[in-house]
């Protein structure tokens, strides 16, 4: 058995819980990063069926193991396709294919689940009326296959719909790139005639507790690694934060684990790590389904380690070699664990903290894991355009408890600076405040 392990389109939680898994296989990696330039200028030719190809003739043969991926975009589909051309354990592509376009997915979860799943309709980028879309203004709005949020948002309005459909030619070069390689795939293992350049519009989702409910298939046997609270910056649809364990009842998170199962089998996704987007209305009881995603949520993988002593890298591992997952400790080291968004919603320039505050963040807290996603010019108007927020870092950490790991955010939010001002003036504090 070759001992190398395809990584397609790693992205930065990657490198590091990889490495974490000790020296048993060699990971070579593959892919590109679609938000950072310049590697996100190969999205101008990418070809995925002629990248499969490549693949499959670079790595065919028997020199892998397996091939793996977190990534939403490309990353999932691709080396489902893989392993499927190269004979080795994975996702059935279809069931990505169906998990991954909004529309048919929620076709699917209408009839399996009518309960969960609100009023919808598809159209067109280019839309002939923007007051009959086929719903009633106010709904949510985002691409059938979407990208990080891209493009999705609440519109009350026919005008409001007008103008976030309003791109310049660049704009809509991209957004048709972005989309492509899974245009050029769904054909091949589906009867989809919905092309990706479509919309979905949704009736708005009400409730103020949203989650995801992580898990894996191991040949269609499902099992649920952990329930995430999902927080909000207030008065957006932003992200703030990821919290674990979830705070919710249990009562509510067993409903939702089990509404999960049904969300996943009803897609026939059988094999390799989801994660379901769900919201609950404590008014009225509902649990609602947002979407499922056909992968392993990398930017979570830390906190179930930190809290549960789960690597959930390593099952994703056993899944990617067909061989049954192995459970990890009982415990972590930490009480609760997070995920915390740094984003900017004023279109303010963002600098990386300089080397003395990030040394004294790996000292003072050593399970700290700090992301930049520093951006400038184009990159971060496209951003601040598409999403309505500047998304500049991200920062996982772990406490006793909930409690004690506010407290710690705060006294990193206190030494650690994005500003330039701030960043001169705090660094100088934290020299100071280094361990001797």
């Known amino acids: 058995m070759s001992r190398k392990i395809l990584f397609l389109f790693p992205q930065e939680w990657d490198y590091s819980a990889l490495q974490a898994l000790g020296d048993e296989f060699e990971f070579v990696f593959e892919g590109f990063d679609i938000f950072r330039f310049p590697e996100n200028a190969n999205l101008l030719w990418f070809d995925a069926r002629k990248y499969v190809d490549r693949l499959a003739r670079a790595y065919g043969n028997g020199k892998l193991a397996g091939v793996m991926s977190t990534n939403e975009q490309y990353g999932a589909l691709i080396a489902a396709a893989l392993a499927r051309r190269l004979g080795l354990p994975g996702t059935d592509p279809a069931a990505i294919i ?8 929620r076709m699917i979860h209408r009839e399996a689940m009518p309960e969960a799943t609100p009023a919808f309709t598809v159209f067109p980028y280019k839309v002939r009326d923007y007051a009959d879309v086929g719903l009633p203004y106010p709904f949510f709005v985002k691409p059938v296959k979407a990208a990080h ?15 976030h459909l309003t791109f310049h030619p660049w704009e809509k070069h991209i957004i048709k790139r972005l989309v492509r390689p899974f245009g050029d795939l769904m054909p091949l293992y589906t009867d989809f005639d919905i092309n990706p350049e479509h919309l979905l519009g949704e009736s708005l989702l009400e409730g103020r507790h949203q989650v995801t409910v992580d898990g894996y298939a191991d040949n269609g046997a499902l099992s649920i690694v952990g329930i995430v609270d999902a927080l909000m910056y207030p008065g957006t649809q932003a992200f703030q934060r990821f919290e674990y364990p979830s705070l919710l009842p249990a009562p509510i998170q067993d409903r939702m684990a089990a509404l999960s199962a049904r969300a996943v089998r009803a897609l026939g996704f059988n094999h390799g790590f989801f994660n379901v987007e769900l919201i609950w209305d404590d008014r009225t009881d509902r649990i609602q389904l947002i979407e499922v995603n056909p992968r392993l949520a990398a930017q979570f993988g830390d906190m179930y380690e930190k809290v549960d002593g789960v690597n959930t890298y390593q099952l994703l591992l056993d899944l990617t070699l067909g061989r049954a997952p192995r459970a990890g400790p009982a415990r972590g080291e930490f009480g609760a664990a997070a995920s ?6 004023n279109d303010a320039t963002k600098i990386a903290p300089d080397r003395v505050q990030t040394d004294w963040l790996a000292a003072t807290y050593p399970d700290a894991l700090l992301n930049m996603y520093i951006k400038e010019g184009n990159s971060r108007w496209r951003e601040m355009k598409w999403l309505g927020s500047y998304r500049y870092a991200v920062l996982n950490m772990g406490g006793r408890d909930h409690q004690d790991l506010h407290a710690r955010y705060d006294i990193v939010c206190r030494h650690i600076g994005f500003e330039k001002e701030r960043n001169i003036s705090v660094g100088g504090l934290v020299a100071e405040m280094r361990p001797k």
């Open 98 to 105: 169906r998990a991954q376009h909004k529309y048919y997915a």
């Open 149 to 163: 949020s891209v493009l999705a948002r609440r519109v009350d309005t026919p005008d409001e719909l007008r103008r």
């Open 340 to 345: 915390f968004v740094f984003r900017e919603f």
